[in-house]
């Protein structure tokens, strides 16, 4: 495929979403907590998801998860991501959050990747002002 | 919970179908997108036998090809090209691949209710020749998925469907061979449709050889994208007995949304069809076992296999034995996906279930040709939009039970 590679997409982030892409600069994976019902909130909103309370605070996460479903992305992905092939795409259920996210498996095998193992946050720069949640397997 | 009055379209019976039209999907590179809605509203007004004038609200759904086709079609331009003269308001209904179910609710509630008499739905796209391949992809990587929270990790439609499909596996034991038999169900209906792109013969080796694209998911596991166009007519069914003998009528629709984020899907591996299939079939009054055919939205196979099993044709992890072994086949115990699906007839963005609910009648009014299905009082439609957001589940038939 002749394409030339493109720059990667970066977040477009939303201004109430900040402290968590600035945390991810500083190793530190955040979701936010609602103080009035106590409802764990993933990704960051302007208002509680269960009883639209505007008094949400930021937690730190303990960065550990479970795969919930994953893809070895092989072939035909956006054109920014060719180089990158293969690689590993998959929903992570933050277990004692209980919220999920979308992120990438990294510092594996792409195919030694399995539903429900276990996995823990990283975090990988892609440029000065963005650095990306990741995540790799816990290895027992 | 479910069934109750107020959950229910309460349009039962009320409107129906009258008139179908849909161009063959396939490369056009030489015409305007425009002439795809043209062709087809013109088939559909003449399948209707109706005066045109007659048409009092048109409904373009949206094009994603190009923006600037797509403020041709917000503003008026299939109205005027039509020549129609009695139209009130043309206005755009668009829920992404739900549009022609929530199209056809939206058009039967103004029917309903007396603001509107007779409704064209009409749809064209050219994303077969108006983008090219690497563009398309890179469109949908950034259509409908998050920006923020998804786009930065490379996620696109194989992928979001590679997803599905590996939960899915994990959680019945199922094996990509039984996701290869749904494309090779769709392609049996394809070789009896002039309107479909694929129509040679297709067997499971042949998909299991396909390159893979995102694990398990192969290429021809994956639709692509085409131009077309289709309309139908959507009118009271009091007006419609008077213009034919077999009305399609409304008989049940049922809907939820579960996402805007992939990501934050409570259930990738059944998602909302449970629930959307039994609103549906309650307002009916009628059960699976009584539907003669099931057109279920594709567009990849797991979702067919999935919206096929939740809505109750068969038991959760049942459902690729009964394609693999032929009940969904053309002369097959439930019919399934006749017109080949957005796997075999090719995907036109909001067009692959306008395509959809057009086959849905075409069978029902008895004009499907070679794969007719004998007899067809009733079926089951079903579409979803975006990243597989939500679950729409229409009920149709050409008596009210």
New interface residues.
């Given amino acids: 495929?002749n394409?030339q590679a493109k720059p990667?997409?970066?977040?477009?982030?939303?201004s109430w979403?900040k402290p968590f892409w600035d945390a991810a600069k500083e190793g530190k994976l955040l979701y936010q907590r609602c103080k009035d019902c106590n409802t764990n909130v993933f990704?960051p909103r302007i208002a509680c998801t269960n009883c639209f309370s505007d008094n949400l605070e930021w937690v730190e996460s303990s960065g550990k998860g479970t795969v919930?479903?994953?893809?070895?992305?092989?072939?035909?992905?956006?054109?920014?991501?060719i180089q990158?092939l293969p690689?590993v795409?998959?929903?992570i259920k933050l277990e004692e959050e209980g919220v999920?996210?979308?992120?990438?498996i990294v510092d594996c095998d792409p195919h030694e990747v399995e539903?429900d193992m276990p996995v823990e946050v990283v975090f990988e720069k892609?440029n000065d002002e963005?650095t990306?949640p990741k995540f790799k397997p816990i290895k027992a | 919970m479910i069934g109750k009055e107020e959950e229910m379209s309460n349009l039962r019976g009320k409107v129906a179908i009258v008139g179908i039209g849909e161009i063959p999907t396939a490369r056009y590179p030489e015409t305007a997108a425009i002439s795809y809605a043209i062709e087809s509203a013109k088939m559909a007004i003449r399948d209707a036998g109706i005066n045109k004038e007659e048409i009092d609200y048109v409904m373009p759904t949206a094009s994603l090809y190009s923006p600037a086709f797509n403020t041709e079609l917000v503003t008026c331009r299939v109205v005027e090209e039509l020549g129609l003269k009695n139209v009130k308001k043309n206005c755009q209904v668009f829920a992404g691949g739900s549009s022609s179910s929530c199209g056809l609710e939206m058009a039967g509630a103004l029917i309903n209710s007396g603001a509107a008499s007779t409704i064209l739905f009409v749809h064209s796209d050219k994303l077969g020749t108006g983008v090219d391949l690497q563009a398309g992809i890179d469109l949908f990587a950034a259509s409908g998925v998050s920006l923020e929270w998804e786009v930065p990790y490379g996620q696109h439609y194989s992928s979001i469907a590679a997803l599905a499909c590996t939960r899915y596996l994990y959680e019945t034991g199922n094996t990509p061979e039984h996701l290869a038999a749904v494309c090779v169900s769709n392609r049996k209906w394809a070789e009896l449709n002039p309107n479909a792109f694929f129509r040679k013969p297709l067997s499971i080796e042949e998909v299991m050889a396909s390159k893979m694209l995102s694990t398990p998911l192969r290429a021809k596991m994956s639709n692509m994208l085409f131009d077309g166009g289709s309309a139908f007519i959507v009118t009271s069914a009091e007006r419609a007995r008077d213009i034919t003998d077999r009305p399609v009528y409304l008989l049940g629709e049922g809907g939820t949304v579960t996402h805007f984020v992939y990501s934050q899907e409570p259930d990738v591996s059944r998602f909302g069809w449970a629930k959307a299939g039994k609103m549906a079939f309650e307002e009916a009054g009628l059960s699976p076992k009584d539907v003669d055919i099931a057109e279920i939205y594709d567009s990849y196979p797991i979702f067919q296999l999935i919206g096929f099993e939740e809505l109750g044709f068969c038991e959760r992890g049942q459902g690729g034995e009964i394609f693999m072994r032929g009940d969904t086949w053309p002369g097959g115990k439930i019919p399934t996906t006749t017109n080949g699906g957005m796997l075999s007839q090719g995907h036109t963005g909001a067009g692959g279930a306008v395509a959809l609910m057009v086959e849905t009648c075409r069978q029902l009014m008895g004009k499907a040709g070679e794969r007719q299905v004998p007899g067809a009082r009733f079926a089951v439609e079903t579409a979803t939009g975006g990243t597989y957001m939500d679950a729409q589940v229409t009920i149709l038939g050409t008596e009210i039970p």
């Fill in positions: 495929m394409v990667k997409p970066v977040p477009v982030i939303s979403a990704y919930y479903t994953y893809t070895v992305v092989e072939s035909n992905p956006p054109s920014a991501f990158d690689f795409i998959a929903i999920q996210m979308l992120s990438n539903c892609l963005i990306l």
